[in-house]
């Protein structure tokens, strides 16, 4: 029972470590797209990992799930095991982080960018209405005569 058990913990690992590695694919996507400023496929690529990222969920919860039902020697086991699998969902999962914190950083100044440009344009709007139209002058002739 516990070695089909470890087997199926293993096999929930390789999902996630290969979960883990597409994740980092669209992530580097979504960074090229960030780069291009390319909004709509940017879309896309968004939801798809938030599609991902559920997945990978899921995939913690069984672990977790398996996990718990094991006795102490079967996880200690468990743990050599998945040794190397864990390294490469860990190496995987630093490198997705440190991409989305460069990917957010970019476009918190692109946004702050535009905020900017928007503050410029009221200012320039303001200074326009200071200059205002002129009020028509009035003829000083009489339009009886």
Do not use: F, H, W
Request: aromatic fraction near 0%.
């Amino acid at each position: 029972m516990m070695k089909k058990q470890k087997a199926e913990i293993i096999q929930l690992l390789k999902q996630k470590q290969e979960s883990c590695s597409r994740l980092l694919q669209k992530v580097e996507e979504q960074m090229e797209l960030v780069n291009l400023q390319d909004e709509s496929r940017l879309l896309g690529v968004v939801e798809a990992k938030e599609t991902m990222v559920d997945q990978l969920n899921e995939i913690d919860r069984k672990i977790a799930e398996e996990v718990s039902s094991l006795n102490e020697a079967t996880r200690k086991s468990l743990v050599r095991e998945g040794a190397e699998l864990a390294r490469c969902i860990e190496n995987d999962l630093e490198k997705i982080i440190a991409i989305e914190t460069v990917c957010q950083q970019k476009i918190d100044q692109v946004k702050a960018e535009v905020v900017e440009k928007i503050m410029e344009l009221k200012k320039g709007q303001v200074l326009l209405k200071g200059y205002g139209v002129s009020p028509r002058v009035k003829s000083k002739i009489s339009k009886n005569v």
